[in-house]
């Protein structure tokens, strides 16, 4: 097990101890500041999406006369009105 794997561990363990995190760093001997660290590591792990979701049903889009609102990662929102699929994939996969 190299130290990412024991230390993700170590704050999957913590999580389930129901332990304050300054008991739990203590415990195991750890520095808080560190243990803090692999706890933020975590959560941005899990939180860590494409910034899209999957849309399972596009059919419910094409009655709907308002625009589609594509909304990228760092904040810029961009509406379209009518649906191109063509279009549509074009605008979500810019880099």
Known sequence: MNQSEKMLHLVEEFFQSGKSQNVFCQEH?????TFGYWIRK???????????????????????????CIIY???VQLKVSGFDLQIIRSLVSLN
């Open 42 to 68: 975590r959560k941005l792990a899990q939180s860590s999406t494409s910034g899209f979701i999957k849309v399972e049903s596009p059919s419910q889009f094409f009655s709907s006369p308002d625009p589609i």
């Open 29 to 33: 001997n750890l520095k808080f500041s």
């Open 73 to 75: 990662p760092n904040g």
